[in-house]
């Protein structure tokens, strides 16, 4: 018989619980898994060829640039990218019906996305660090302060686009969908926030624009405000890296990532209502 | 699951049945759900006692999913009562769910997870669940503990499905559509486990199927629901009055096949008897069979 001594499992408890199972999940579908951490390691090696010769300003590399930009892409493609087609998977093979149907307070089920979000995104980071820093010159700062800049940009990146990620999982109507109407948008965006394309300002003026309205952009000139010397400045927009501009937009992005979460959320796919 | 010959459901303690409803682990009254200005369920009424294997038979689109899941506490209804263990599936909080079941169809889910750690880390949802290796014995997964779910067959994925289901000890499973697909042999060793849950564990089971075979196997009673409504309501040996309709005699005469029907046919056989001998040859007594009713039951109202 049942006694009274029963006690409910905790929520901290089942938050762990669900990570376990995402982390174990992304790990053991090893393609996939290859191919998330490489597409920005790839796509640097080769623009980064490119790039390599030209100086953007007197002493500094375009590639170092470019690598510094590729570690906001890497995240937009661990955070935004990944995150929404794993959500829309979830929906599309039962694994939200289910938890739905288990005693499960559903705050669970995004610490399990929460913390496999930080932990690919974490991987991604020192994957194009590595590759940056070994062929691309890019330096890896001693200043602390440094590091802590990087931290907050990291964390209102991360959280900004696993966000827009979360939002984005309800347009596709499934997985197969999934791949296209998330990349494009996201290719497209890399695009004109200059992920690709260094310095910023060689894209036309309009493109720029479009650019500063999305997070990617702020994240990219952040990281180059990190890892490159402060001469570098320069070649940004503005002239100036803006670390206030940038905590702003991202803040905001955070705040209305999660105010379109709340409200398009589905646990049930349009087929079954 | 046939070594457990359980005295069990009958013989247990004694419930008070349906006509105190105070027991009952589903009430229904007048549950209407409108789609786009068409009514998926169109009043139904519904009593599950504790305990009772409960089938919900239907054609494809009469309502059987929508109803199913506004118990279920996935969708909501339009208008009607609704009681599952006691509370509102629309209002009930977490532990509500501490005593249902749910057996998805369809699900695809924990595909890189073993059998084992699926079995597992749904057992870590509930108060007081049974330990893994007990339930994966119990849906006969054991030898395929640290296989990837990925790589079971299709009845071994629901064997799985049924494991995640009952691992909390719910008072109430619910079953969708279970057999699906199956090859004739895991539909019966399917069966048994249902027989074996409901007998061992006097565990309330709603069952939906298209499967009329399955009814008679499992199901204590079952409902017709056809566009939006039930239709009729009883045991299977009963529903629609086929225990009592006309009965067809068939039997070899002269070398040719006869048949009469008749509401006697006691008196039929015996008068045979007289006339042919002690052995008539050929002889059969049917009644209509399930499927019969069925498609009489769906039939009248296409």
């Known amino acids: 018989m049942t006694t009274l001594t029963l006690r409910d499992p905790s929520v901290w408890d089942l938050c762990t619980a669900r990570a376990g199972v995402e982390l174990r999940q992304f790990f053991r579908e090893r393609t996939a898994m290859i191919f998330t951490f490489a597409l920005p390691v790839v796509l640097l090696t080769l623009l980064g060829s490119i790039f390599d010769k030209q100086a953007a300003v007197p002493g500094i590399p375009s ?16 955070c935004f990218v990944n995150l929404a087609t794993s959500i829309v998977s979830d929906r599309e093979d039962g694994t ?3 938890l739905r149907g288990v005693p499960m307070p559903p705050i669970a089920y995004f610490a399990g996305k929460v913390v496999l979000v930080l932990v690919t995104a974490v991987a991604e980071v020192v994957l194009v660090l590595a590759v940056g820093s070994a062929f691309f010159d890019l330096p890896l700062p001693r200043d602390p302060a440094r590091w802590a800049t990087f931290t907050w940009i990291f964390l209102l990146g991360v959280t900004g686009c696993a966000l827009l990620g979360t939002a984005m999982s309800s347009v596709p109507r499934s997985v197969r969908g999934a791949a296209p109407i998330v990349n494009l948008p996201f290719l497209v965006l890399q695009f004109v926030s200059g ?3 260094v310095p910023i300002t060689n894209l036309p003026e309009p493109l720029q624009q479009i650019g500063a309205l999305f997070p990617l952009k702020w994240m990219a000139q952040g990281f180059r405000s990190v890892f490159l010397p402060d001469a570098a400045a320069a070649t940004e927009p503005a002239g100036a890296w803006e670390h206030g501009r940038i905590a702003m ?5 955070c705040l209305g990532g999660l105010i379109l979460c709340l409200t398009t959320f589905r646990w049930q796919g349009r087929k079954d209502g | 699951m046939d070594s457990c010959p359980s005295p069990a459901r009958r013989a247990g303690p004694p419930r008070t049945r349906t006509l105190t409803g105070v ?11 409108t789609y786009q200005g068409s009514p998926a369920v169109d009043g139904v009424d ?3 006692a504790d305990g009772e294997v409960f089938a919900l038979l239907g054609p494809n689109g009469a309502g059987k999913t929508t109803t199913v899941e506004i118990l279920e506490g996935f969708r909501r209804r339009d208008s009607g009562e609704v009681s599952v263990l006691g509370e509102d599936p629309q209002r009930a909080g977490r532990r509500w769910r501490y005593g249902i079941g749910l057996v998805l169809q369809n699900a695809s889910d924990m595909a890189d997870m073993t059998v084992a750690e699926t079995v597992r880390h749904f057992a870590r949802f509930y108060p007081d669940p049974r330990p893994a290796e007990e339930v994966m014995d119990l849906v006969g997964l054991t030898g395929k503990a640290g296989r990837k779910v990925r790589t079971l067959s299709g009845g071994q994925r629901r064997r799985v499905d049924v494991a995640i289901g009952v691992v909390g000890r719910p008072r109430l499973l619910f079953l969708d559509e279970p057999t699906t697909g199956f090859d004739p042999e895991a539909r019966r060793q399917f069966w048994s486990l249902i027989t074996t849950l409901s007998e061992q564990d006097g565990t309330t089971i709603l069952l939906t199927t298209h499967y009329l075979d399955e009814v008679e196997a499992l199901a204590n009673r079952v409902a017709v629901l056809a566009a939006g409504r039930i239709r009729a309501v009883g045991t299977p040996r009963d529903l629609g009055g086929r225990d009592t309709a006309e009965a067809t005699v068939g039997w070899i005469e002269d070398g040719e096949h006869r048949s009469t029907r008749t509401h006697k046919p006691t008196v039929v056989v015996s008068e045979l008897a007289g006339r042919i001998g002690d052995e008539i040859p050929g002889l059969v007594v049917t009644r209509p069979s399930l499927e019969d009713v069925y498609l009489d039951l769906i039939g009248s109202v296409r």
């Not at chain 1, 590639?63 to 661990?78: P, V």
């Not at chain 1, 937009?249 to 992005?253: H, R, S, T």
């Open chain 2, 46 to 48: 519904l009593d599950i």
């Open chain 1, 96 to 98: 939200l019906k289910r």
């Open chain 2, 23 to 33: 027991t009952d682990a589903v009430r229904v009254r007048d549950l209407r759900k």
């Open chain 1, 63 to 78: 590639s170092q640039l470019l690598a510094a930009g590729m570690i906001a892409g890497g995240i937009g493609s661990t």
């Open chain 1, 195 to 197: 992920i690709f394309i």
């Open chain 1, 249 to 253: 937009v991202l803040a905001a992005w």
